[in-house]
């Protein structure tokens, strides 16, 4: 999931501004998210969940192969998750970053040097980033995906609240077996 739209997907800011057109709508009786994602960024989840909390006519989900992450995210301020079949994957409430470079400083086999420098007075730009390409993470860690990870978890307990802590760890579960906490059943929506 991303905030905005690329040439493959909608964007989280589309597809929020859909449902807040669609509600308006007089011929609309209610709303279906059908999911199908294995997550994304941490910032395509606002924009969806205030507009599906802003909403005055029903919204529930579908999940029809897997709510991962910002998916299941998103979807939890849903009045109703449902998965499509027992098999469907749901879950995987945490955070994580991928991170990828060269050292602040490298030089080649050649002697040809690259390096970033950063002015005397931007000393914390990018420090993260830099010491976790040193193979230090704890400052990414602490600054960035602890917060916004428990963030996640808070509102996932405020929105399903029936989740138990144990499924607010970062795991992926078969539909089947967060009947009743996850997601509130499993088939059609007939």
């Not at 994304?40 to 006519?57: F, M, N, Q, Y």
């Not at 138990?164 to 059943?185: E, H, M, N, P, W």
């Amino acid at each position: 999931m991303t905030k905005e739209d690329t040439c493959f997907n909608y964007g989280t800011r589309t597809i929020a501004d859909e449902l807040r057109r669609a509600d308006k709508e007089s011929d609309v009786i209610g709303h279906i998210i059908v999911a199908d994602s294995g997550g994304g960024a941490a910032d395509s989840v606002p924009d969806l969940a205030d507009a599906i909390r802003s909403l005055e006519k029903p919204i529930v989900s579908l999940v029809d192969g897997m709510a991962a992450s910002a998916c299941m995210y998103a979807i939890s301020y849903t009045s109703r998750i449902l998965a499509h079949q027992d098999t469907d994957m749901v879950g995987c409430i945490g955070t994580m970053i991928t991170v990828s470079g060269w050292p602040k400083l490298r030089r080649d086999a050649d002697g040809y040097v690259e390096m970033r420098i950063y002015a005397d007075q931007s000393a914390e730009k990018n420090a993260d980033y830099e010491a976790a390409l040193e193979g230090d993470t704890r400052l990414i860690r602490e600054n960035l995906l602890d917060p916004l990870c428990e963030k996640f978890i808070n509102d996932m307990k405020a929105n399903r609240p029936a989740a138990a802590d144990d499924q607010l760890k970062g795991r992926t579960y078969f539909a089947k077996d967060v009947v009743g906490s996850l997601i509130d059943g499993i088939g059609g929506m007939a």
